[in-house]
């Protein structure tokens, strides 16, 4: 690519009036300018860090325009991958914050009165005259939270950064947000039909109570308040204090009240605003406050990232029917989080006396072994979660322990039902590395991690070969999982065998060589109604059995056993196992044993 003289000109002229705006040194405008140029000739592009946010305003270009160019530019000019996931972690923590800035509207005008759009202009004028300070108007409390939310949970690796966790976070302090209000008798902030104002909120002889009232079982779903309640107590609370200690924070000490006083909110505003400058600038991601006057721009780009998860091509006579028609992220969240805490209710994250029972029963105990391989994979999944260690991050592993034994419970029943001797299976290490792994990633997604699949995979060093070997084993367990978990599970099937499965370093290769066969053709594996010419007559026996009509639900399911059954020496054999014959009450991704 080769720019003409005048169009060489005029861009160099619109860069130098940016780089001004920027205030960058002359070296490193030169040196930028030498790279884009570079580039040109199939170089990386190369250059000192700038103001992300800043970019982007003084370019006039905003994140949707920018997530969507930079992903064009980076397959043009093959960028390292390291940058591609640098990209790619912008855009799920622009996404994460735009659904929590939704959520954050509407249970902000539950507690308080309506923003004034005047107000911001009456507070400037005033103190622009230097007059004495004012109180704070509803939409000076709007941005404070905000901003509040943002540098907690940024300065704070506690907090983990999906959605449902940084929800919590944000109704703890809306709580918080209510308690200052009300016990400062701000009248006119708070919204006088909010149904948890005291009941005598009305009444001429009201008195403004001595401790707030708790809100939160006003502001979230039954499911929800004890995880709240818990981020409430145990670490925002903390977060709180380090603030006062600090002098960030201004009020009463004891009670972290009196905030929003006329003669200290202006200071708390600024010194909040200050710390989440200094961290998010540090680590150079985008400013979260944009949406505090620019929410408009992300509307229509966040119809397509935000969306819900597609149903996916197979697997689908697993889904029920919705369980609800308001899919927002974190409404999907929600449900899938309900259905693992009933799932689980009064169990440990450590076998049943009834699988305790199991593993003596065989001949050889493997209670010992699962031990050392949830251990070493926690490990690693810890350290690949998080910088540091954190409560959440311990919880949600606590979480994944649990399903993993209540799945491994539910494979290991199911597999007695369909051959008494069930040791071979028992004795496979990675029949369990594969469990534990699932059950970590159906926990990630329920709680709308950014680490999206195959994360999981990396973070536990797991083959997709093995991996995918469990995932319909575990959706046709006796304890369904929610919709939209399944829905995601079988997306990462697909994914699976559309391409992680066939990468180099996949041990299919080592299948194929052993099978000493071809690779069948798409004609003789594709599933139903995904050919666009008739059916070959070499190829109708598969074809009708595909298309009869499925009784694998009133099976006992796919057999474990057979998926982790070591490979055989002869390769007529092991061709049978690649790509085995498909009969009428198994799917074609259950029976392959990939």
Not at 2 to 24: F, G, Q, R
Not at 221 to 228: E, H, N, Q, S, Y
Not at 235 to 264: E, T
Not at 417 to 423: A, T
């Amino acid at each position: 690519m080769v720019l003409s003289s005048d169009a060489e000109i005029n861009l160099h002229h619109t860069y130098t009036e940016l780089c001004n705006k920027l205030n960058l040194e002359s070296k490193t405008v030169n040196e930028a300018w030498d790279s884009f140029q570079a580039i040109i000739a199939q170089n990386h592009l190369q250059g000192n860090c700038v103001n992300f946010t800043s970019l982007l305003r003084h370019c006039n270009l905003s994140l949707a325009q920018f997530f969507f160019n930079i992903r064009k530019w980076s397959d043009m000019a093959k960028l390292p991958e390291e940058f591609t996931k640098r990209i790619e972690y912008l855009e799920m923590t622009f996404a994460v914050a735009y659904n929590v800035f939704k959520e954050y509207q509407p249970l902000f005008l539950k507690i308080f009165k309506a923003p004034e759009p005047l107000d911001l202009e009456q507070t400037k004028q005033h103190r622009n005259r230097k007059q004495k300070p004012v109180p704070c108007t509803s939409l000076k409390v709007f941005e404070f939270c905000w901003t509040f939310f943002i540098a907690i949970k940024g300065g704070d690796t506690n907090y983990s950064n999906d959605l449902v966790t940084l929800c919590h976070l944000l109704i703890a302090i809306c709580d918080w947000a209510f308690k200052n209000a009300l016990l400062a008798d701000r009248r006119d902030l708070l919204n006088p039909d909010f149904e948890g104002l005291p009941s005598d909120w009305s009444n001429p002889s009201y008195l403004v109570p001595a401790e707030a009232p708790c809100i939160v079982s006003h502001l979230c779903t039954p499911d929800m308040i004890t995880d709240v309640k818990y981020i409430k107590e145990y670490q925002f609370k903390k977060s709180v204090k380090n603030l006062f200690d600090q002098g960030v924070l201004s009020g009463k000490d004891d009670d972290y009240s009196d905030v929003f006083d006329a003669s200290v909110f202006e200071m708390n505003f600024k010194k909040i605003t200050n710390a989440y400058e200094a961290n998010f600038l540090n680590k150079g991601d985008f400013d979260e406050r944009i949406f505090l006057g620019e929410i408009h721009y992300w509307k229509k780009y966040f119809q397509v990232v935000g969306q819900e998860c597609l149903t996916p091509l197979t697997g689908r006579k697993y889904l029920g029917p919705k369980e609800s028609q308001d899919a927002t992220p974190l409404v999907t969240a929600t449900e899938s989080i309900s259905r693992l805490n009933t799932l689980l209710s009064g169990r440990q994250a450590a076998p049943s006396e009834a699988l305790v029972q199991l593993f003596e029963s065989c001949a050889r105990n493997p209670t010992e072994t699962i031990n050392e391989i949830v251990t070493k994979l926690g490990e690693r999944f810890v350290a690949a979660y998080a910088l540091e260690q954190s409560e959440v991050t311990n919880r949600r592993l606590q979480l994944a322990i649990t399903l993993f034994y209540k799945f491994v419970e539910n494979v290991l029943q199911n597999e007695r039902l369909i051959q008494s001797d069930i040791s071979a299976i028992v004795e496979k290490d990675v029949f369990y590395e594969c469990m534990f792994a699932c059950c970590l990633e159906i926990v990630i997604y329920s709680y709308n991690s950014r680490r999206k699949f195959p994360w999981i995979l990396e973070a536990l060093k797991i083959q997709a070969y093995n991996f995918i070997k469990v995932i319909e084993l575990i959706i046709r367990s006796k304890d369904k999982l929610s919709r939209d978990t399944i829905k995601h599970l079988n997306m990462i099937e697909e994914t699976i065998l559309s391409s992680l499965v066939w990468k180099s370093g996949s041990l299919i290769w080592e299948a194929i060589a052993l099978s000493e066969k071809e690779i069948p053709k798409f004609e003789e594996t594709a599933l139903p109604g995904h050919l666009q010419n008739e059916p070959n007559p070499e190829n109708s026996t598969l074809r009708n059995i595909l298309n009869s009509e499925p009784r694998q639900m009133q099976s006992p399911g796919p057999s474990a056993t057979d998926r982790f059954q070591s490979p055989v020496a002869h390769s007529s054999a092991v061709n049978r196992e690649l790509f085995p014959a498909v009969q009428s009450n198994q799917s074609l991704l259950q029976h392959t044993h990939l």
